[in-house]
């Protein structure tokens, strides 16, 4: 399997640590990523906020371990004085790229807050910060689980890109032809923003499908088979895992992915054997 011929922007996700130990563990995975020159970091945010001390503290170490950090920032449940006090925070760190989400509320909450998408986030943001944040916006390839339609989806899109986003990572998905699709649909609205795919390493087949149920990313028939096939046998499911991947993401540069966006699961090992197959 040939490498990627030149250069390709790449950034890893992390997700904040509930234990001492977890911190700790992932400050070294944090070091032996940094190996790879990421273009930035960022941590991921919970229902309603409420991971967000541990996301900033997170955010923080990165910043002062001289790498570009990306705070995932959601909406859902917020007032505007909330946000605008937290893009203050944000910005006396430091941080210079936000991840703007709708989010979601924790469980057994009623909906509420002041920003019903995440358009009226990056609306905002712009419209109190000017271009003082470089702002992410999530995309779908596959279609949003919750979308009306596909078409629904895609104009949803849209109008968070019109409202300021300057570029978006999309959910993990394993069929190159989706996302291909999905970026020729935008150009065809007249959207020239960068779409970096995310892409999630295989680590374990029941956790895998557990997570794709969840968010609505399609594992192909043929893999799911095969990884259901090799059973308890975590060497066999990561091999064929890091072929099918690494596949995927040579199809992906090949049709003009501007970069690649890694969903670390708090784990170097994978996310360092597909960089070192793809040659990155």
Known sequence: ????????????????????????????????????????????YGAGGSTQEGTFTAVRE?????????SHFSCIGATRESVRAQLAE???????????????LPSGYGAGGEFHYASDLVAFIRAETGRDFHIEVAAYPEVHPQARSADADLQAFATKVRAGADSAITQYFF?????????????RLGLDVPVVPGIMPILGATQLMRFSDACGAEIPRWIRLRLQGYGDDVASIRAFGLDVVARLCQQLVAAGAPGLHFYTMNQSAPTLALCDRLGL
């Open 1 to 44: 399997m040939s490498a990627v011929a030149t250069p390709l922007p790449v950034s890893f996700e992390f997700f904040p640590p509930k234990t001492p130990e977890g911190a700790e563990k992932l400050r070294a995975v944090r070091q032996q990523l940094y190996a790879r020159a990421p273009q930035f970091c960022s941590v991921t």
């Open 62 to 70: 990165i910043l002062a371990e001289g790498v570009q950090a990306a």
């Open 90 to 104: 944000l910005k006396g760190m430091g941080v210079k790229r936000l991840v703007a989400l709708r989010g979601d």
């Open 175 to 187: 069929n190159a032809d989706a996302y291909a699709r999905f970026v020729e649909d935008t150009r």
